[in-house]
C-alpha cells in the first residue's frame, strides 16, 4: 500500500506543511514528537492517537480541529502513483489481488478505502500492526500454489522469501524512502523503478 501503490512519503510532507501553516512552529515541532513517540511505542504510524495527544497537550489551541481536519481528511486517490490502479486490474487476471498492510485499525483502513483500493481489491484488504508476522493467516485467508509479493521494502520482501520459499515471487518497488533500503536476506526475484513497470512484466514471471 504504501509507497508501493500509493506516495504515502508525499502524503506526510503534505500534511507537515498543512500542520505548520495552521499553528505555531513549536506546536508543530511538538505534533511531529507525538508522532513519533506513538509510533515507537506502537510500532506503526497511528495519526488517530497522534492527534489525541497533541489536543492533551494543547487543550488551548484554537486550531486544533483544522489540524484534526489537515490530517483525518486527505483526499487519497490524488496520491495514487501512476497507473496504480491499471496494475490492480491487470494482476488480477493472474489470481486473487489483496492489499496486506501495517498500519492502525482506524486511519489506515480509511486511507485505502479513501484512496479507491478497498473497491478495487474487492474487499480483499488486510491491516495488521506487522504484516510480517501474519503470512500463514494470509496463506489461510488467501489459500494458493502460488503467491507474489509486491512490495517497496526488500527486507520484507526477504521475510516472505524465507518463509514461503519457492512458492513466493517476491517484486521489490524501489519508490519511497525505503528504495535502497538493503534486502537483510534473499534478494527480490524481480526489482522495478515504479509500480506501473509492472504493467509490462510478463504473466509467467509472477508465477501464475
Known sequence: MDNTLLDNDRVKQDIRSAVAGLVAADRASRFWS???????????????????????????EPRAEDVDRAVLSVPFENYLYARAMDVVAR????????????????????????????????????????????????????????????????????????????????????????????PSGPPPDIAVEHIADLLTIEPTRFGS
Open 34 to 60: 507525538l508522532y513519533e513517540e506513538v509510533r515507537n511505542e506502537q510500532g506503526v504510524v497511528d495519526f488517530p492517537e497522534t492527534l489525541r495527544r497533541f489536543r492533551r497537550a494543547f487543550p488551548d
Open 91 to 182: 494482476l488480477w487476471h493472474f489470481g486473487d489481488v489483496a492489499i496486506l498492510s501495517d498500519g492502525d485499525r482506524v486511519y489506515q483502513p480509511a486511507k485505502i478505502a479513501r484512496a479507491g483500493l478497498l473497491l478495487a481489491m474487492r474487499g480483499n484488504v488486510l491491516v495488521y500492526e506487522h504484516k510480517e508476522d501474519h503470512l500463514v493467516e494470509v496463506e489461510r485467508r488467501f489459500p494458493a500454489d502460488h503467491y507474489a509479493h509486491v512490495d517497496d521494502r526488500a527486507a520484507l520482501l526477504a521475510r516472505t522469501k524465507k518463509s514461503l520459499g519457492p512458492k513466493a515471487t517476491t517484486i521489490h518497488v524501489r519508490q519511497g524512502h525505503y528504495a535502497s533500503e538493503p
